[in-house]
């Protein structure tokens, strides 16, 4: 079993960046894929990126290719979502997943969530 504690959200300019962490109880964090996903009002919760349980292989949903960057440490258990050139469309309660399968189908362990909203 793992519990998840997302972290690092908050309000930022159009343009600007954030760093989300996601911090992993249990002592199998290291063997399962990660991934971070999003849910703005009003709309489902949708896939943003993934990361293989060794972190060789990484995947991103298109809406955020060349601006998102996920990275784990497996030895902090803990991953992390780099987001730069934010926009108003990635407002969103972002939520980190321990995949159930690669790339981006979630699993039954979830965050709390953090909220990240940007304004124009």
């Known amino acids: 079993q793992v519990q998840l504690v997302e972290s690092g959200g908050g309000l930022v300019q159009a343009g600007g960046s954030l760093r989300l962490s996601c911090a992993a109880s249990g002592r199998t964090f290291s063997s399962y894929a990660m991934g971070w996903f999003r849910q703005a009002p009003g709309k489902e919760r949708e896939f943003v990126a993934a990361i293989s349980a060794s972190g060789l292989r990484i995947y991103y949903a298109d809406s955020v290719k060349g601006r998102f960057t996920i990275s784990r440490d497996n030895a902090k258990n803990t991953v992390y979502l780099q987001m730069n050139s934010l926009t108003p469309e990635d407002t969103a309660v972002y939520y980190c997943?321990?995949?159930?399968?690669?790339?981006?189908?979630?699993?039954?362990?979830w965050g709390q969530g953090t909220q990240v909203t940007v304004s124009s």
């Open positions: 997943n321990a995949l159930d399968r690669w790339p981006n189908l979630p699993g039954n362990y």
